[in-house]
């Protein structure tokens, strides 16, 4: 079976999982994610973005 871009999936892979994964980013591609979104939202929203992006800890009450 193969995605919208050719690429096969293993039939035991379960997508939702590998999702679920951490990311490794640099310092700086976080930097410049920040960046990116707080220059296109204000900054409420720029923060829940990045919050949900794990780029920020999330403020209290919402863990």
Not at 28 to 52: F, G, I, N, Q, Y
């Amino acid at each position: 079976m193969t995605n919208s871009i050719g690429y096969a999936n293993p039939t035991g892979t379960n997508l939702g999982t590998i999702a679920l994964e951490k990311l490794r980013n640099t310092p700086a591609e976080c930097h410049k994610a920040t960046e990116v979104v707080a220059s296109w939202l204000p900054a409420d929203e720029a923060r829940d973005v990045l919050e949900v992006l794990g780029l920020l800890p999330p403020r209290p009450g919402r863990e």
